[in-house]
């Protein structure tokens, strides 16, 4: 299957008993058993669900993958990944990642003894370079929240297994989605998503979710799920599967609307500077183009005000966009890193890589292209 029938189709198939087109939602904790051992497939809803499978077989099929797992966060999905690990091993990671993982590295797994070294990824030899005996995992965002740097996956994923096979790579995928950049054709190891974003799409639920292809890694990480707990609900597995149904088409317009809108603000006299991979004067351009289809729905921007007084008056008077937290739903969204998703990073270290008071971070939304920019016109005018 291509890619646009996989999200309807690929890993799945109509319900056995009644023939539903759609899986339902087994909203149910345990299964009956004719004997001790002996059920359907199901014992426990912690161990699997017949809605989250449904769920988990589709993450597979869309990522080229075969095993996929649902969790109660992406949060929740990334903290499985680390207790892959032991006391003393390494993780080189970005030096722009999002807030709530880098407060998951510092202050919760560098607690228990895991090492974290911070590059920037975008240059394949500073991961590398910065790679020791300690050394198990690399973690890449791409492109990266919210400064939209791109690393490349196939370089880095070859590099790094030529110095140590064992040393796994891992992707966040969120800001691409498989619509855009599949990491294991490119030879990542695992893929995590927000599927509370671009996959659930509708902003309905709260959901992560891993994809592997290797069955060593993938029973291992199904440990990890069932004896941690980390689960996602039945319902939401069923609105996350609804969400995956239309993410092809529903991205095409991200793209789309994506473009307009970077392009309006890189010539707006208001605007210092926009973040978006799509430009052919972004500096990893080049890479964005050879390991993507096209180039997302997330934009960042500075003002040449650069007071946080001067970013809070846009972020308070745009009517169409609206200021949350989170992305990749139908409906715009604004977002100030410093105050926002990226506030449980220090002051020092956002400044080193240049989240300042006036950078702004926008979802774009699938809605009508000039109501978008008229609303971003008359909020920069104020």
Not at 84 to 100: A, F, H, N, W
Not at 125 to 150: G, R
Not at 193 to 212: C, F, P, Q
Request: negative net charge; hydrophobic residues 40%.
């Amino acid at each position: 299957m291509k890619f646009n029938t996989k999200t309807i189709h690929g890993g799945q198939k109509h319900e056995e008993a009644t023939g539903s087109v759609m899986p339902p939602i087994f909203q149910t904790s345990t299964y009956a058993q004719a004997s001790p051992g002996a059920h359907k497939g199901y014992a426990y809803s912690r161990g699997s669900n017949p809605t989250r499978t449904a769920l988990e077989n589709a993450l597979a099929s869309i990522e080229n993958g075969t095993h996929g797992f649902a969790f109660a966060s992406g949060l929740a999905a990334i903290d499985a990944i680390l207790r892959l690990l032991q006391p003393g091993d390494e993780v080189i990671t970005g030096d722009d990642i999002y807030g709530g993982t880098y407060r998951m590295f510092t202050q919760l797994f560098q607690k228990y003894g895991l090492q974290f070294t911070y590059v920037d990824t975008d240059v394949v030899a500073n991961i590398t370079d910065a790679i020791s005996e300690n050394t198990k995992l690399i973690w890449l965002e791409t492109p990266t929240n919210p400064l939209m740097k791109i690393a490349d996956i196939e370089e880095i994923s070859s590099s790094v297994k030529a110095i140590n096979p064992d040393i796994l790579v891992a992707v966040d995928n969120t800001f691409a989605t498989p619509y855009l950049q599949r990491p294991l054709d490119l030879g990542a190891d695992i893929i995590m998503h927000s599927a509370t974003k671009y996959l659930g799409g509708h902003s309905d639920l709260i959901m992560g979710a891993l994809i592997v292809k290797d069955a060593q890694l993938a029973k291992e990480l199904h440990f990890i799920q069932f004896a941690v707990g980390a689960i996602a609900g039945p319902m939401d597995s069923f609105l996350a599967l609804r969400g995956i149904k239309t993410l092809h088409v529903r991205m095409q317009r991200h793209c789309e609307n994506g473009k307009a809108v970077a392009n309006f603000l890189v010539d707006h006299p208001k605007v210092a500077h926009v973040y978006f991979p799509g430009f052919e004067s972004h500096p990893n351009h080049e890479v964005a183009k050879k390991q993507m289809d096209d180039f997302g729905g997330m934009v960042s921007f500075k003002l040449k005000d650069e007071s946080k007084i001067a970013a809070f008056k846009f972020l308070e008077n745009t009517k169409v966009f609206t200021l949350a937290e989170s992305l990749g739903g139908v409906e715009s969204l604004t977002n100030h890193p410093v105050s926002m998703s990226h506030a449980s990073i220090p002051e020092e270290e956002r400044l080193k890589i240049g989240i300042t008071d006036s950078l702004i971070r926008l979802s774009i939304g699938i809605e009508d292209i000039d109501d978008l920019i008229k609303d971003l016109e008359q909020a920069l005018n104020l």
